[in-house]
């Protein structure tokens, strides 16, 4: 009994210490991943049709736009090309997982669709699962990896593009030059308090409709565009929905501090994840 209880410490101490150096690991190879990410965005030079929007096009959008854009963008506000914010909240992959705790930085291209955004979610206490979803010109990518080294999910290709279109779409109000109407985005009016965007690059199209509160600022989206996994093979077409909440100044801009993620089942939403706002810069 004694040799047992012997070789189980051993056990016990070798998984704790392999689980430390894995972090270790993970977590270097995690920020350099990030990075470079990062560094390739702001980089990244799009062609010169998807330039920044005029702010004459502004009579382009639906009245109800148009107000909106100029309530949060307001006149001499200073421009920006790459948006960057820090993210906390929570995330849970289905009704029946608890809430994971998650950490996450996003950056956004104003001047053209692209996004990078670089994610830590804490499975255990030693135990985490870090997310990149890239969006950079032709390039298009979301992958997970357990304690930043073991890949367990990702996509790539036109799935990841048409996904990550979309995405940028609908947190365009975190940056809302972006909404614009430009040479890839039309506004159409759907009546009072609500409006459809389409965007549309490199051959790929995202859209969806914008609900707006009665002090003129988006508090839904909405779209049947995304798939959603279902698990073991099972793929469907639900409605998508982010909803926006708390506007507060940040850096000459209106924007929502609270965002949720939720799917639109028959049976009732499910909520899947939540991000606050803790902080923003552009350049």
Partial sequence: M????????????????GLGLG????????????????????????????????????????????AYLRRAIPAGAPRARVVSLRQTGWFRPSPSWPRLELEARQDWRVDAPGLVWSAKLRLLPLFWLGM???????????????????????????PAKQRLLLRYLAEAPLFPSALVPGPHL??????RGA?????????????????????GYPSLFVTRQRTRDLGQGRRVRQSWTLTYRHYQDFAGWRLPTRISAAWRPPEGPFVYAEFSVSQLTRR
Wanted: glycine share 14%; aromatic share 10%.
């Fill in 2 to 17: 004694r040799a047992v209880l012997k070789w189980l410490a051993i056990g016990l101490v070798a998984l704790g210490l």
């Fill in 23 to 66: 972090n270790w690991l993970g977590r270097g190879d995690f920020a350099d991943q990030s990075r470079q990410g990062f560094a390739h965005l702001a980089a990244w030079q799009p062609p010169k049709s998807t330039g920044p929007r005029s702010p004459r096009r502004l009579e382009l959008a639906p009245p109800l736009v148009r």
């Fill in 132 to 158: 990149i979803d890239s969006y950079i010109g032709t390039g298009a990518y979301l992958r997970g990896k357990a304690l930043g080294l073991v890949s367990v999910l990702g996509q790539e290709g036109r």
């Fill in 186 to 191: 039309v506004w159409e009016a759907l009546g």
């Fill in 195 to 215: 409006a459809r965007a389409v965007l549309t690059y490199q051959g790929m199209r995202a859209c969806g409709v914008f609900y707006f509160n009665r002090q």
